[in-house]
């Protein structure tokens, strides 16, 4: 048994090979696995998924999905985390190099991307851009439902903006729709603004006069990048433009799903469980709570008569909700589990 050791198993946790995945899936169902049936899948015991049975040390044990989910989700946190870091530091490297060449012109004016470590600084860059703004404004706004404090923080700017003219253009996601207080400041701003709403948008992005953008550095967003390349600021607009046509104007209603029984939000949950995200990330992505999501996918399974994941997964094909709406003349007339038309 020993040969079987020589097999190479060089994948991490989160992408198992066939072997290590029946094992790991039979240890997961029954609550341990004889050592010898383990012996062709070293990798589950490098990796750390098996471990001994300290009551029989002939058997092994799996270590739960769950802390292995957040054992993973960690790692790739602080990989994000340093990949940041360095992308900071470089950027601060190329601005201190680019003043050697005794540019006489500002740093905003001279300098393509510039790194705002800090609130302060973001919020001044920021107000610095409004002024200088006269034509037009984009912004995607990602997350769900506004708070008064957010829309608040940036109204003084967004008035600003309006005495001069200048036309704002903003994007958020469907359950933003569900606050008074997104239609209150829209209605503040008149028609010098307009906003769409999508099933998910992109992390945060606000373009003035398609000369600089601001987008993110950090997950908690108190770093961010200013832009004023103009090949990075004009491929900004670009993917804007082309969310804003596929979006649906605040004042009118969601287009029909086109299936009996399954809501928008349904639909847009269906289509990225199909994708294989799990619920904290289709959360995310959706701009609500996991709770909320799961008892969207709670209801979703039992419209479509599924009993688990497994059988969501092929319902949620069978029925047409893992892509983008059908024409209507293919959309099915019935959810899976009921009786069509033609089954009589």
């Known amino acids: 048994m020993a040969g079987h050791r020589t097999e190479a198993h060089t994948h991490g946790a989160d992408r198992l090979c066939d072997a290590g995945d029946r094992v790991y899936s039979r240890a997961v169902r029954r ?11 070293p990798c589950l015991v490098d990796l750390a998924l098996l471990h ?15 802390e292995v989910m957040t054992r993973l989700l960690r790692e790739m946190h602080e990989h994000v985390a340093a990949t940041q870091s360095r992308m900071g530091e470089a950027v601060s490297a190329f601005e201190w190099y680019a003043t050697l060449g005794g540019d006489a012109r500002s740093p ?15 919020r001044a860059a920021m ?14 706004q990602p997350g769900g439902i506004r708070r008064e404090d957010e829309l608040s923080e940036g109204l003084h700017r967004a008035l600003a903006l309006c005495r001069r003219g200048v036309r704002m253009r903003d994007l958020y996601t469907h359950v933003a729709r569900h606050g008074q207080g997104l239609r209150n400041y829209m209605e503040l701003l008149e028609d010098a603004a307009e906003a769409r709403t999508l099933d998910e948008v992109t992390e945060r992005l606000i373009v003035f006069d398609r000369t600089v953008a601001f987008i993110p550095a950090s997950p908690d967003r108190t770093i961010a990048l200013e832009l004023r390349h103009p090949a990075l600021v004009d491929y900004l607009v670009t993917v804007f433009e082309r969310l804003w046509r596929l979006a649906v104007p605040l004042a009118a209603p969601l287009p029909d799903t086109g299936i009996e029984g399954i809501t928008h939000r349904e639909r847009s949950i ?13 959360a995310e992505r959706l701009g609500i709570s996991v709770r909320t999501c799961r008892a969207h996918i709670a209801r979703l399974s ?12 092929v319902r949620i094909a069978q029925a047409g909700l893992d892509g983008p709406p059908r024409s209507p003349e293919l959309q099915p007339l019935t959810v899976p589990g009921q009786e069509s038309p033609t089954d009589r």
């Open 302 to 313: 039992e419209t479509l008569g599924a009993a688990s994941r497994t059988q969501l997964g």
């Open 52 to 66: 001994p049975d300290p009551d029989d040390m002939g058997w092994l044990v799996p270590t739960s999905p769950q």
């Open 31 to 41: 609550g341990r696995v004889s050592r010898q049936d383990a012996e062709s899948v």
């Open 108 to 122: 905003s004016e001279g300098v393509a991307i510039r790194v705002l470590d800090g609130l302060p600084r973001i």
């Open 270 to 282: 269906a289509a990225l469980l199909a994708e294989g995200h799990q619920d904290a990330v289709v």
């Open 127 to 140: 107000d610095a851009a409004t002024e200088a703004c006269t034509s037009e404004v984009l912004a995607v």
